[in-house]
């Protein structure tokens, strides 16, 4: 069920890398559509002046694209008939996704400065032309995608990236969510990297409807990436970063357990009940995305990571209060981080000498 | 625990409408935080010249609002405090809701035109100033906002533009979300007035999670509203109009059984007798969003319509291969049934005299 990249006479061979799990098994009675788990090729690794290379594909797990002429990626805009996507997006290394358009729009400025590939104040242009359904910019190896709020906008987004990753023919692509949260327990403006995306019971599962029966995908994120990404916030010493669990809800009001939705039918006392649970199940945020995004890039093959700020405490309010230059401020942490992680990764040389802005 | 509008001395007395149900009650056990079912005022009416005049308030069902000095409505960029929500909005009669920011604006541009309250080629301003998250246009009685894919995004909406509302002190509002859809058993561009939102159990009911309980909502909207615009499809004779049950998904790929996402465990066989299924269940056109909106509009008393175009009959394929010009007209129509609908509400003086513009 799991396929490759499509074969490619310019390309060298590059099988992906063995996942841990395939699409997911059903809940409960287990009748119904079963789906198969993916068979996936090993992993491959070569070496190469003593260091050991490894390479790995983007992995769909769809037969079915085999044998369709024209894959319209439609809320990109995008289509394998219509677009040359390896010449457009084959040498991208790394994928930056967040909700606002506008953030995602300022990151790819960011970081073309920040690796030296462009000029901070061009005007990028969007490469999802025609539709406002997504906005898509890329500089480099950097493609830089917004998906909207919430698991249905960003699951919709990730089956077109990792469909046009596949096509394009990418290898050893990472993705990094970089989005806002609110904060458990943390000074606001702290940056969590996710260790596990829990769900609002503080289990580490997706529940994916497929046909109306219910798939439990697992949420777990790279731990090695995490850890590495934490080390960048140790680097930049400007600003608090950790590793925590992060809670996904469906719901940004009642989901979360917020006084201040047109609808609570509970108290200030039950919601820090809730609160303390989640702290103690190790959550360190919630935010509303990180759960499919999880489970879509684990079954895909891509390391992926949650960089999240928190803008308030929520232990201590549910308002989003702090002035909009606070608020600015807090949301450029997670750009600024995963900005500094591209160019270690990139073994930028003004990194090296210490002389590369931060 | 609901609330009515606060009072405001130059407002008549315009007690809220009697709601069919509360908050909804827990599932499973029942243990934990079970929500208190809300209290509803009863309905009032008044004979006035003979007629029988009611009007109704949208109503909040959270007693912390009322101890907040100010009500930032964060996604909106709007609050209590900081914006005069009676004098901008107090005179709102009809919202129209749609996935897309530029459907919407286009949207108020044809409204105003229809109506003759401004010249529809005005670049109408955004009032949701210094935020990407949604945007919202106006034009006399008429509110159009846009609210992205998805339940979790349309819910955070819903949740500010009911405070909106109920700030504002509106009365007697209709809200209509026109969007687009995949039609079953349908021939493209038939426009579905939804009867009832059902699940991918095609079963009519919302589960809200609350303090990691679920809640079931129902899901039904108002019945005489659906028949009105179906009259005014009859009215405007230019495409297909039928009352219908629509499905709600979370996923836009497998949750529909889509054979061309990055992932499908199923077969096109497999796929067929789902929508075969759903079509004996009543479901003749499939979204995203349609649950928690009837169910968030049923709980705060508005009377509450969806009206999606079929771009495609998903029985025949998964994939948006229309043209664009295509594409429009068809998106166009649920603009065209709405603007005939609120211009027969309004008693349009030109649509009485056969001359105006359908």
């Given at each position: 069920m799991c396929r490759s990249a499509p074969p490619s006479r310019s390309r060298r061979?590059?099988?992906?890398?063995?996942?841990?799990?395939?699409?997911?098994?059903?809940?409960?009675?287990?009748?119904?559509?079963?789906?198969?788990?993916?068979?996936?090729?090993?992993?491959?690794?070569?070496?190469?002046?003593?260091?050991?290379?490894?390479?790995?594909?983007?992995?769909?797990?769809?037969?079915?694209?085999?044998?369709?002429?024209?894959?319209?990626?439609?809320?990109?805009?995008?289509?394998?008939?219509?677009?040359?996507?390896?010449?457009?997006?084959g040498d991208v290394k790394f994928v930056c996704v967040g909700g606002s358009p506008w953030r995602m729009k300022a990151f790819v400025q960011y970081i073309a400065g920040e690796l030296g590939l462009a000029d901070p104040k061009e005007d990028f242009p969007n490469m999802c032309v025609g539709t406002d359904r997504y906005a898509m910019y890329k500089v480099g190896p950097v493609l830089s995608v917004s998906h909207g709020m919430g698991i249905p906008s960003i699951a919709i987004m990730l089956h077109e990236l990792i469909k046009l990753l596949y096509h394009a023919r990418c290898t050893d692509v990472t993705v990094v969510r970089i989005g806002t949260s609110g904060g458990i327990g943390l000074n606001p403006g702290t940056v969590v990297i996710t260790?596990?995306?829990?769900?609002?019971?503080?289990?580490?599962?997706?529940?994916?409807?497929?046909?109306g029966k219910t798939v439990v995908r697992g949420t777990d994120l790279d731990g090695d990436l995490a850890e590495e990404l934490l080390q960048c916030g140790k680097d930049l010493d400007s600003f608090e970063t950790i590793i925590g669990n992060t809670m996904c809800t469906m719901d940004f009001y009642e989901g979360q357990a917020r006084l201040?939705?047109?609808?609570?039918?509970?108290?200030?006392?039950?919601?820090?009940?809730?609160?303390?649970?989640?702290?103690?199940a190790g959550v360190r945020n919630i935010e509303m995305e990180s759960s499919v995004f999880a489970a879509m890039c684990n079954l895909s093959g891509l390391r992926a990571a949650v960089v999240c700020v928190t803008l308030l405490d929520r232990q201590k309010?549910?308002?989003?209060?702090?002035?909009?230059?606070?608020?600015?401020?807090?949301?450029?942490?997670?750009?600024?981080?995963?900005?500094?992680?591209?160019?270690?990764?990139?073994?930028?040389?003004?990194?090296?000498?210490?002389?590369?802005?931060?």
């Open positions: 061979s590059t099988p992906f890398r063995t996942l841990t799990g395939g699409l997911g098994g059903l809940s409960g009675s287990g009748e119904g559509h079963a789906p198969a788990a993916g068979k996936m090729a090993p992993g491959s690794a070569k070496e190469k002046n003593g260091t050991r290379e490894s390479s790995s594909n983007v992995s769909v797990h769809n037969p079915h694209l085999d044998s369709m002429k024209n894959d319209i990626l439609y809320h990109f805009n995008l289509g394998t008939a219509t677009h040359d996507l390896p010449a457009m997006f260790k596990q995306s829990v769900d609002a019971t503080f289990l580490p599962r997706f529940e994916q409807v497929i046909l201040d939705g047109a609808f609570c039918s509970y108290t200030e006392e039950d919601k820090q009940s809730y609160l303390r649970e989640a702290y103690a309010g549910d308002q989003l209060t702090s002035s909009h230059d606070v608020m600015q401020s807090y949301q450029q942490r997670p750009q600024m981080l995963v900005g500094h992680f591209i160019k270690k990764r990139m073994g930028c040389p003004a990194l090296e000498r210490g002389c590369c802005k931060q």
